[in-house]
């Protein structure tokens, strides 16, 4: 704000803008000090190490799939939660040690801002002083030329110490505005620190702005069970999946999530993505929303997805047979299955399958060679009815339902042929 000398001085509109910085630089202060209680290095430190713990053990006993697992493949599975612990131990202490300096930063800007604001209420003090004095009525009966030459001569050192005091209002809101942001990039170390303790495999490894760079390591398990046969027989499958989130979150402040990027892109996440933006604009709507956002969500669904994609291509590719082979469309969750003859069969993937115990499900039987084109209609409809009708254990197999299903075809192709040689007759 620019004062120039033509302009009135108006020392009251600036008393009021000082006591306005205070109030913000009093409510500011009110809360980093009510939050400095929580934020004590050691033991938030020490609930970090515990709470991770914790949710290892939550995580080994919410998959039962590790039961399934033989001793080496659990020695394994436990070495890498123990190196998960261990790297969280590290990243926890330097954000411990990162949020150290930021309060420390806070506290003595604050301390310069508020002297600032003390400063600049005694000077307009002194002014308001000054100005009563000369509007006395000693003054004002008393007036000759050399007074009027000290008035001008005082009005203009008054000009001067206003437009010094604009000069370090300025510097003040400049102040104001960087613990603003300091404590605006607490509280987002702080959530993403909550959101690494909940989600085993994630780290922070980039910051900027409103995007967030997280690794993401999610580790596959194998599907074993009385129903199931081994799935996967190779070793040479990786066992943990390597994947980067870049995340652009909400520049209101919030943790909520505006877009994301997978690096590499091998596994569908739009629908993610549109339901939590859906679940953003819900939350929005709540009367009291709950605290933790659309982030910790999406972050843990994308995890969800990768287990069970990775596990879906994994049996398509050990399944694949010279009579016919499988095609998994990430997009639609479904398998196609190219059988001899030019006949493709679609099934549809069950939520949670092969994880669950879910059947699944013919969705059409197509012909795609001309060779084909012989097959009727109906008979295609009788199949895939026939198909979803067939026992649990069979649907629960993608093989068993592959071969079942071509079984299906060929009954019902030769009574076609059949009845149709009857009718000729």
Known sequence: MEISSSEPLNPHAMRSRISELSEIHSSNQNEVESEALYSDSEKFLNDCISHLENKVKQITEEYSDVGFLGIEDLDKYLAYLKEELNQVEAESAKISNEIEDLSRNHIEESNILEHNLEGLKCALDSIASQERVDEGPFFASSMNDGHQSNLMDANEEQ???????????????????????????????????????????????????????????????????????????????????????LLEIMDDGTMEVKNVEMFPNDVYIGDILDAAKSFRQLSTNLVAPERWSSLEWLVGKVQDRIILSTLRRYIVKSRNKSRYCFEYIEKDETIAAHMVGGIDAFIKVSQGWPLSKSPLKLLSVKSSDHHSGGISLSLLCKVQEMANSLDMNIRQSLSAFADAVEKLLLEQMRLELRSDDASDM
């Not at 209002?169 to 690494?196: G, V, W």
């Open 159 to 245: 000009k001067f110490e206003i437009l010094e005091l604009e000069s370090q209002i300025e510097k003040n809101n400049a102040i104001l505005k960087s613990l603003q942001n300091l404590d605006s990039t607490f509280k987002r170390l702080d959530a993403l620190e909550q959101i690494e303790d909940a989600l085993a495999g994630l780290k922070v490894i980039g910051f900027d702005g409103n995007c967030i760079r997280l690794s993401l390591q999610t580790y596959i398990p194998k599907v074993e069970g009385a129903l199931w046969q081994t799935i996967i027989d190779d070793t040479d499958e990786p066992s943990v999946m390597n994947h980067e989130l």
